[in-house]
């Protein structure tokens, strides 16, 4: 025969069942008085009884089948599980198709089972509720739910709801904000991180606990570490609870929850970060920009900075390496509108533009502005606050909008086509495919225009930031411009297509500005 010992987290709390070694123990005693032999003792510690996936009770049910076990012995049937159902199939269905007993020390198992059964699960269902509201009202009061703090905290010893800064592990946190800032991206800041010997918060956590860490990890930093802290409102002393949950009692699978449930308290601990630097990561985020790599090391500073004013679409990034007449080697680097370098004339033209000329152009913009502030502050203070940023989101809006609208009128003019035959299916297939993936591409560009638009922050709010940015920088030149400066300072670039005039090829730039955007 078997014994079948579990007790769940929640009945520990609510005082509902003894202990394991008491549950073992008389149980235990109940098989020597009968006389009966024990071939194993079956024990689920700390597993709910709602849920039948549970490691020794799943090895029970196999020796069942195998017909190692012929008898069961339980306390209760509660122990057994708090679906009514389930326990109630086990128990007349199952356990008596291969011809075992099943016995509960403290019940008679008659015609009156179900009913106790319902009510276990009712008590299940309950006892569920109930731990779930309490762990919500604490999120709401802004006390800390979580079973482990984020790395960078620590729980206060005081009050395990309450976190504090953990003095050793902090500044790695403001180092990976700092470089982020900078620019680099988020396996750069991993590398970085790894070949410094820092640990990684997985293996701090068990470091600080004199403890190994018992699953099999790289026990290195990686790009996913990064992008979770970067990400996380803790470390600007923000609480946001409640981002996933079970489907209910039953299945404790946990499953994401729509950001609107989300439970989010300010200013409930000391933050790591200062709101300036989450802002401009956040910033980062959002124009998902990454400084890339090219083949000879260098980078392309201008990446997701460029945009073309006709399609709308970014400019693409193209390094060629030269030989001088010395017989050295260079690297020139320019830039053309990506729906012209994928599909060519048809479709855009190539608003193409150096990098050198980009850096140029942008260090005099940075100095004419410097100049301005430091001979006469308040004149410009007042000229950016007179500004209207949002006409030139609207103004990219609108083209995005219009060349939807020209997409759908050559989607349906194709469907005639095919539909009188004057087009083969073959070039059907493919012109269709091309027009709805750019018109998908479109509508994720409007839908973050329309983002950006929304969260828009007044002008005037912005000056005091823009104005220390612009002093900063107001030495820089064309051989110290780096992705820091135009992080900082540069939210986009919109290049118009070159013209000749008067022999010289010329081209519109607008330099749209973080901050004032002027």
């Known amino acids: 025969m078997g014994v079948y010992v579990r007790l769940s987290k929640e009945d520990s709390r609510t005082g509902e069942s003894v202990s394991i070694e008491n549950q073992k123990l008389m149980l235990i005693r109940h098989v020597k008085e009968m006389g009966w032999e024990l071939r194993e003792i079956y024990q689920d510690d700390g597993f709910s009884g709602t849920n039948q996936n549970r490691p020794a009770f799943q090895r029970m049910m196999e020796d069942v089948?195998?017909?190692?076990?012929?008898?069961?012995?339980?306390?209760?049937?509660?122990?057994?599980g708090r679906n009514y159902l389930e326990v109630g199939n086990l128990a007349e269905v199952f356990l008596p198709e291969y011809g075992c007993e099943l016995i509960s020390l403290n019940e008679k198992l008659d015609d009156m089972m179900v009913f106790r059964n319902w009510f276990n699960e009712q008590h299940s269902k309950t006892t569920s509720a109930k731990v779930r509201i309490g762990k919500r009202i604490s999120a709401q009061n802004g006390r800390f739910t979580g079973v482990y703090a984020p790395y960078g905290y620590k729980k206060d010893p005081q009050s395990r709801h309450k976190l504090i800064i953990d003095e050793n592990a902090a500044p790695v946190v403001r180092k990976i904000f700092q470089m982020r800032a900078s620019g680099l991206a988020f396996r750069a800041i991993a590398i970085k991180l790894n070949d410094e010997n820092i640990i990684c918060p997985k293996e701090y956590y068990y470091q600080q606990r004199n403890a190994k860490n018992p699953k099999k990890t790289t026990k290195m930093w990686s790009d996913s570490t990064i992008k979770n802290i970067l990400k996380n409102e803790v470390y600007i002393g923000v609480l946001v609870s409640g981002k996933s949950g079970t489907i209910s009692y039953k299945n404790q699978k946990q499953v994401r929850k729509e950001k609107e449930s989300w439970i989010r308290v300010e200013n409930v601990h000391e933050p790591i970060i200062d709101i300036d630097t989450w802002n401009k990561?956040?910033?980062?985020?959002?124009?998902?920009?990454?400084?890339?790599?090219?083949?000879?090391?260098?980078?392309?500073?201008?990446?997701?900075?460029?945009?073309?004013?006709?399609c709308g679409f970014r400019l693409k990034g193209q390094a060629e390496r030269?030989?001088?007449?010395?017989?050295?080697?260079?690297?020139?680097?320019?830039?053309?509108?990506?729906?012209?370098?994928?599909?060519?004339?048809?479709?855009?033209?190539?608003?193409?533009?150096?990098?050198?000329?980009?850096?140029?152009?942008?260090?005099?913009?940075?100095?004419?502005?410097?100049?301005?502030?430091?001979?006469?502050?308040?004149?410009?203070?007042n000229a950016i606050t007179s500004y209207q940023p949002k006409d030139i989101y609207e103004s990219e809006l609108d083209s995005h909008i219009k060349q939807i609208d020209k997409l759908d009128n050559l989607i349906e003019s194709l469907y005639m086509d095919k539909i009188a035959g004057i087009i083969p299916t073959s070039l059907f297939e493919r012109q269709i495919e091309k027009y709805e993936k750019e018109r998908e591409e479109r509508s994720q560009v409007i839908k973050a225009l329309k983002k950006q638009l929304a969260d828009i922050i007044p002008v005037k709010d912005n000056i005091p930031i823009w104005t220390e940015l612009i002093k900063k920088y107001a030495n820089i030149d064309t051989l110290s411009i780096d992705a820091e400066a135009i992080n900082d300072l540069i939210d986009k670039i919109i290049v118009g297509e070159a013209k000749y005039l008067h022999g010289k090829r010329v081209c519109d730039i607008k330099i749209i500005r973080n901050y004032t955007l002027m």
């Open 281 to 310: 990561i956040k910033v980062l985020a959002e124009r998902n920009h990454r400084s890339r790599k090219r083949k000879d090391g260098g980078n392309n500073l201008f990446t997701s900075r460029l945009f073309c004013p006709d």
């Open 65 to 80: 089948k195998q017909g190692f076990i012929n008898t069961i012995l339980i306390k209760d049937l509660s122990r057994l």
């Open 322 to 381: 030269r030989e001088r007449k010395n017989g050295s080697i260079y690297t020139n680097v320019h830039y053309m509108c990506s729906t012209f370098a994928k599909a060519g004339k048809n479709a855009c033209s190539s608003h193409c533009i150096s990098e050198n000329t980009l850096i140029k152009l942008v260090v005099e913009d940075i100095k004419h502005y410097a100049m301005k502030i430091a001979f006469n502050e308040e004149k410009i203070v």
